[in-house]
């Protein structure tokens, strides 16, 4: 199975704050990587995927990089519904993986 | 509008079964990979396993927490997924979600989720 790590586990920000939260694969996985927030009691809903490509109705704020093992997401101006657990997720080979989440919280 | 609305979820004995069923509508469902993923409480999100499409055989890929004891299937004419639970165990309470596969050129992601069905395992 390929271990994805984010870090940091959890961060403290305030509005306006430009945040970056990174994901590392255990083994390269070429772009096949995707970002979700989930807000507390919430569905998990998809930001990011293909590492870059940002989904349609999303902020424009958020942005994705990378490639083969190391991916970050940036929020460029945090805002205060912003404020959630991040995941990242590997579709390069199944079984799907999943990083164990980064929590923003506010500052 | 694309919908997923699961069912079936609830409190069932250790060793117990449960079928969930997840009903879509608001798009071409017969086209899609869906997928199944849970999150125990508190926990983060953990991948169950998938079903692909009439062309590529229904082909179900598990877990490996839940190979042997979990079934995926679907049925196309009724534009349902559904996630047979067998021999249950305590660690399998989680929240269950359905979700659709965006299927994208550049590989899998979750493009709608629905709204979650807790099942609990306990005694």
């Known amino acids: 199975d390929i271990q994805m790590t984010q870090s940091p586990s959890s961060l403290s920000a305030s509005v306006g704050d430009r945040v970056t939260i990174t994901c590392r694969a255990g083994?390269?996985?070429?772009?096949?990587l995707n970002w979700y927030q989930q807000k507390p009691g919430k569905v998990p809903k998809l930001l990011i995927y293909?590492?870059?490509s940002v989904r349609s109705g999303v902020p424009s704020r958020f942005s994705g990089s990378g490639s083969g093992t190391d991916f970050t997401l940036t929020i460029s101006s945090l805002q205060p519904e912003d404020f959630a657990t991040y995941y990242c997720?590997?579709?390069?080979?199944?079984?799907?993986?999943f990083g164990q989440g980064t929590k923003v919280e506010i500052k | 509008e694309v919908q997923l609305v699961e069912s079936g979820g609830g409190l069932v004995q250790p060793g117990g079964s449960l079928r969930l069923c997840c009903a879509a509508?608001?798009?071409?469902?017969?086209?899609?990979?869906m997928e199944w993923v849970r999150q125990a409480p508190g926990k983060g999100l953990e991948w169950v396993g998938r079903i692909k499409s009439e062309a590529l055989s229904y082909t179900a890929e598990y877990a490996a927490s839940v190979k042997g004891r979990f079934i995926i299937s679907r049925d196309d004419s009724r534009n349902s997924l559904y996630l047979q639970m067998n021999s249950l165990k305590t660690e399998d309470t989680a929240v269950y979600y359905c979700a659709r596969d965006l299927m994208a050129l550049a590989g899998t992601a979750f493009d709608y989720w629905g709204q979650g069905i807790l099942v609990t395992v306990s005694s």
């Open positions: 997720h590997q579709s390069y080979d199944t079984p799907w993986t």
């Open positions: 083994q390269s996985i070429n772009t096949y």
């Open positions: 293909a590492a870059s």
């Open positions: 509508s608001g798009f071409t469902f017969r086209d899609h990979y």
